[in-house]
């Protein structure tokens, strides 16, 4: 007996895909595999007990009856009466549950049977790729909200037509292609943008390639951008069309040129900074924020420890600590990052050589060690910054670079009395009042030029294949940032 | 009888999740609202029939028993025996599932319960957001999701 078990996660509330899934004798509209299906006997597509025939694309035929169908579980079950293929006692089921965090849908779809001896493996590899997993992707191509190409989707006059760059499966950066979508009109606390600038970050290339699970393809990547306020939804009040604003948050979706999103992650931007500079710096420059005044508020006279200084939000920790009148020593590979790192600020780099991180920093500290250490580096540099911290300092690991930092044994804290922080970005922006106070000193700090913005390098939209490249061949230095199309070639 | 529930994504495979979160004991480790936990009488964690004492971080201290526990399904189901909530015949049920597409975790989290009729909402809202829904974020800042 083979048992074959496959499941996923699909972006459409569970009322869509029950709509397309309990339709006994839907298939032909959805499944690749399905050239034409036919009810016996004049029964009904709900009658429990119906049989279905299906006509494959391979040309094989299968009669497989409605076992149970509950419109309360949203679950059915059926069985093969008979088939050209060889499965044998051949019973399956569909199950769908809410996923409640994000309005989303649990599909599982399981089956047991048996086969002629020898052919397990093979059998189960077609039913589990070509019959289930086969229908997961055209349900997910049918009802998924973002980027729904085949959907003659409801036009009403009120939508507003645009492009995104969208992914329809995880992988390199050739997934990347352009497609028109259009922006819905904004509901109840929704806002609706005609974006300007978009920013590029590496979380970037992760959603797209998906390492991080915030992007569940079809859909466009992206955490930043800037624009204008084309149309509010009702109940929105902080903000009105015509204004330029910004974001700097999850969900995924900013490569496009038009978007609708929940007002409350949109924030005003000042005149002086512009829709470009913005793109920019909203991302990073909301992580240093946190970083240096919430996560670890940096006091005068702290040495502050600061991984790869050089790079985005390490060149601001460096800048905005020093500012602060902390002691700043930035940890990098090269010299040409640690000429970086010093104009950006630190007063020390050090660099990978005959003695150990943790005490060159002891070296450079009279023994004591660092007050706080900014670790976005992870697996590779976590237990040389607790060994390089002071007594009682503070460890914030707030990234991975070099991979997960896996399981450690917290008793080993107690070396230095070690605070550790773990933060994560959406718990420091959920809120209006939140991201106006970041944003507030963000934007206080730019203005007084603590804070500098560096754009590197500015692209079309429709080239952020070639902006992932770039990035994962670390070719840049500063910000990339992506202009709508239509916009770039105005200039 | 009042019914809630809450379910979510976590970036990882069950099994993962699963060792993290099995121990009947284990609360603290994981869940931000609770601060310490005990087993009474010194009996091991994964005993069926068990109780567990612990204290919320907001001071409230509740004693749960474990109904059922299954490595097999992933799978944990408790009664409240002692709280300050003011439930009765609460029987709640943490599980897990594997999806199969990208690894990951689908997490679903059930109580059912008897309270006075004008309690339902505050209730529901209570166990749904800050317990249920507060610990799968607690997961998905761990595990990702």
């Known amino acids: 007996m083979v048992a074959v078990r496959r499941s996923t996660v699909i972006d459409a509330p569970i009322s869509a895909v029950w709509d397309v899934l309990r339709d006994f004798n839907g298939h032909e509209s959805w499944h690749p595999a399905v050239r034409r299906s036919d009810l016996e006997d004049g029964r009904r597509t709900d009658q429990i007990g119906a049989v279905r025939n299906f006509s494959l694309e391979s040309g094989d035929r299968i009669r497989e009856r409605l076992l149970s169908l509950s419109d309360k579980d949203k679950r059915l079950r059926y069985c093969i009466v008979d088939a050209d293929v060889p499965l044998q006692n051949y019973v399956a089921e569909i199950a769908l549950k809410p996923v409640t965090d994000g309005n989303r849908t649990f599909w599982s779809w399981t089956s047991t ?28 191509q049918r009802v998924e909200r973002v980027g729904r190409p085949a959907a003659p989707a409801i036009r009403n006059g009120a939508s507003l037509p645009g492009t995104a760059m969208v992914i329809d499966r995880h992988g390199g950066p050739e997934e990347l292609h352009a497609r028109p979508v259009d922006a819905l009109p ?16 590496f979380i970037d290339v992760y959603c797209r390639s998906g390492y991080f699970d915030l992007l569940n393809p079809p859909g466009a990547p992206g955490m930043e951008a800037a624009g204008v306020v084309e149309s509010i939804g009702p109940d929105v009040r902080h903000l009105k069309p015509g204004q330029r604003v ?20 949109v924030f005003p931007l000042p005149d002086f900074l512009d829709d470009r500079q913005a793109a920019a710096i909203l991302l990073k420059g ?44 930035g940890a990098t590979s090269s010299e040409d990052k640690a000429r970086i790192a010093r104009a950006a600020g630190a007063h020390h ?17 009279q023994g004591r060690g660092a007050d706080v ?22 460890l914030v690991s707030f990234g991975q670079a070099s991979g997960d930092i896996g399981p450690r044994d917290i008793g080993a804290l107690a070396s230095r009395s070690v605070t550790l922080s773990r933060p994560n970005y959406g718990h420091y922006t959920d809120t209006p009042q939140k991201l106006s106070a970041i944003t507030g000193r963000l934007f206080d700090a730019l203005r007084n030029g603590i804070l ?14 070639t902006a992932h490249r770039a990035l994962e061949d670390r070719e840049t230095t500063g910000a990339t940032i992506l202009i709508p199309d239509d916009l770039y070639e105005k200039g | 009888m009042t019914e809630v529930y809450a379910s979510s994504v976590i970036g ?43 204290r919320l971080k907001d001071g409230g201290f509740i004693r749960e028993k474990l109904l059922a526990l299954s490595d097999y399904d992933f799978a944990c189901t408790y009664s409240i025996l002692e709280s300050p909530m003011g439930v009765e015949n609460y029987i709640a049920t943490l599980k897990l599932s594997p999806i199969t597409d990208g690894g990951r975790t689908f997490a679903e989290w059930s109580a059912e319960f008897d309270c006075a009729p004008e309690r339902a909402d505050e209730l529901t809202d209570l166990i749904g957001n800050n317990v249920f829904q507060g610990g799968f974020d607690a997961l998905k800042g761990r595990f990702g999701g």
């Open chain 1, 286 to 329: 909301i992580s240093a924020e946190f970083l240096l005044h919430r996560v670890h508020p940096v006091r005068e006279g702290e040495t502050v420890l600061v991984y790869a200084p050089a790079g985005g939000v390490g060149q601001l920790l460096c800048r905005w600590a020093n500012r602060l009148g902390a002691t700043v020593i």
């Open chain 1, 246 to 265: 910004g974001y700097a948050c999850p969900p995924v979706g900013a490569y496009a040129s038009v978007r609708t999103m929940d007002a409350h992650l």
């Open chain 2, 12 to 54: 990882a495979p069950a099994d993962q999740v699963w060792a993290a979160i099995r121990n009947f004991n284990g609360l603290p480790s994981w869940h931000p609202a609770i601060a310490e936990s005990r087993i009474e009488g010194g009996a091991p964690a994964d005993q069926v029939g068990c109780v567990r004492a612990f």
């Open chain 1, 186 to 201: 904004p509901g109840p606390g929704q806002v609706r943008l005609r974006q300007t600038a978009i920013g590029v970050n």
């Open chain 1, 373 to 394: 250490i900014y670790d976005a580096v992870g697996r590779d540099t976590f237990d040389h910054s607790v060994a390089a911290l002071a007594n009682c300092g503070h």
């Open chain 1, 113 to 140: 049977f048996g086969t002629p001896k020898g052919r397990e493996n093979e059998l189960a590899k077609l039913v589990a790729e070509g019959v289930y997993e086969a229908g997961f992707d055209a349900v997910r």
């Open chain 1, 349 to 365: 780099v050090i660099l990978p050589g005959r003695d150990s991180l943790e005490k060159q920093v002891r070296d450079l500290t």
């Open chain 1, 452 to 465: 500098r913005v560096e754009i590197g390098r500015t692209l079309p939209l429709s080239a952020a294949a």
